[in-house]
């Protein structure tokens, strides 16, 4: 018997999933589930969830659920995370503080200076829990979903032995929403995708093994709809050449293009038919009304009598399943650190390369260079981050306003006089969450 370790089990939709697909694999279908949150409340719902589909599915599956996060590790062979370091209450500071300066930031968990103090915040908890899997199962592979991806990457896999990789479902998200475009059947569809997390671009992208981007081209130009349903990746396709792995509204304020004044908003930002075309405060807005309906959601699910067990597209159930389930080799594309792997970003930044999932461990793959103008936009991000990281690890405070300086959509719309009071503010309004940083002005 396997086991794995749900580390922010109460994330509903997500640990679901990911369990369900996990148990669909015959050598994984005996695992011990071990669902740990320090939300009691959470944790009893995704409990009760969780046996639904192992009595759906008739499974050998053993459950548990725990607050102690040792309990829910001792012993485990896989783990996976999912948590969020601070409630809404915390984070939407990391959005409402940059809006006051003219900053306006749609999502603010991956980069930029919302992304940038989530980091903060998160990144001494995913040290700890590393620390804890080292002592107690340190052969564990490690699968990350918390974001920001790659500055928690980057941190763990610099100051940790853990195996750990971070997953994005962007990357086989985008590959069946072109090749849906298109009218390719996904299974005739290959791709080469590189870059950092949420700022991947498919390097190739071929139907039958012919390079599908004519097509691609060709469905946005003449079709409106296609066009409008990812309106910023569309348009950067059509002026960079290369289409990138996360929605339109993430994309809209990881550069300068379209957030830096309120007509570009209003023309790329707001009218987009994708999940998320770039709103202010999207996902902060979707977690306030959520917390009025989460209860209702998850238990009209639990009254359900039928359980779909058809597996997903996650990426973790196959990682565990060829790593420590029956063997069963897994391309995927994982956050590692770039040693060798892609030539011209920053030696050791975090990036998002095809990896191999064996019994070995995780393997990544050599890409090769990034294409000169996707690299400058790419260096600058890697070397934010970078900047940043250093910040959470020495608690140098400067280090972060300096990553905050270059971030491409701050630096378009404020001075630096007016980032170093915006940064100020944030390191106030967050200073119960970043002890590491004694003297942060």
């Known amino acids: ?90 984070w939407r500071h990391d959005i409402e ?14 980069r930029g200076p919302a992304g940038i103090f989530r980091a903060l915040r998160t990144i001494p908890v995913m040290l700890d829990i590393c620390k804890d899997i080292e002592r107690y199962c340190p052969d564990a592979i490690f699968l990350n979903y918390t974001n920001p991806m790659a500055m928690l990457c980057r941190a763990m896999q610099s100051e940790s032995s853990v195996r750990v990789t971070g997953l994005c479902h962007s990357v086989q998200g985008t590959a069946a929403m072109l090749a849906r475009w298109i009218g390719a059947p996904m299974e005739e569809i290959t791709y080469l ?22 097509l691609i081209r060709k469905a946005i130009t003449e079709n409106p709809e296609i066009y409008n349903e990812e309106i910023v990746r569309n348009e950067m396709f059509l002026h960079l050449d290369y289409y ?11 550069n300068a293009w379209f957030r830096k004044r309120p007509d570009l908003i209003e023309k790329y930002c707001t009218h987009g038919t ?19 309906t989460w209860k209702k959601d ?31 080799m897994f391309e995927f594309n994982g956050n590692v650190r770039n040693f060798g792997l892609i030539d011209n970003l920053p030696e050791g930044c975090c990036v998002e390369v095809p990896v ?12 090769g260079p990034m294409p000169d103008h996707l690299a400058v936009l790419l260096n600058t991000t890697a070397r934010c981050e970078e900047l940043a990281v250093e910040g959470a690890l020495t608690g ?46």
Not at 20 to 42: G, H, Q, Y
Not at 74 to 88: H, N
Not at 244 to 254: C, D, F, I, K
Request: glycine letters at 8%; aromatic letters at 12%.
């Open 97 to 110: 503080i940059p809006k006051k300066y003219g900053v306006d930031i749609n999502v603010g968990d991956t």
């Open 1 to 90: 018997m396997k086991k794995i370790a749900f580390i922010g089990a109460g994330s509903f939709g997500f640990t679901r999933c990911l369990v369900r697909d996990i148990l669909s694999f015959p050598a994984l279908a005996d695992s011990e589930i071990a669902l740990m949150d320090i939300d009691t409340e959470r944790l009893a719902y995704i409990k009760r969830a969780v046996d639904k589909i192992v009595a759906a599915g008739d499974y050998p599956a053993k459950v548990t659920a725990t607050t102690d996060r040792v309990e829910a590790l001792k012993g485990a062979d896989g783990v996976v995370c999912t948590i969020l370091a601070g409630g809404v209450d915390v």
């Open 244 to 254: 990138v792995t996360e929605s339109s509204g993430h994309n809209s304020e990881y």
């Open 274 to 292: 994708g999940w998320n075309p770039g709103e202010y405060a999207y996902i902060l807005k979707e977690y306030l009304a959520r917390e009025h």
């Open 298 to 328: 998850i238990e009209d699910w639990l009254d359900e009598e039928a359980v779909d067990l058809n597996r997903g597209g996650e990426y973790a159930a196959y990682i565990f399943n060829a790593t420590i389930g029956d063997g069963t």
């Open 193 to 214: 995708c590189a870059g950092v997390n949420h700022q991947a671009f498919y390097l190739e992208f071929k139907w039958n093994g012919k390079d599908a981007y004519p």
């Open 396 to 441: 140098d405070p400067r280090k972060v306003f300096h990553a905050i300086c270059f971030d491409p959509l701050t630096s378009a719309v404020l001075s630096l006089a007016e980032i170093k009071q915006m940064v100020d503010e944030m390191f106030e309004a967050n200073k119960d969450w970043l002890p590491q940083f004694k003297h942060f002005k």
């Open 356 to 367: 191999l999932a064996s019994k070995r461990g995780l393997t990544p793959m050599h890409v």
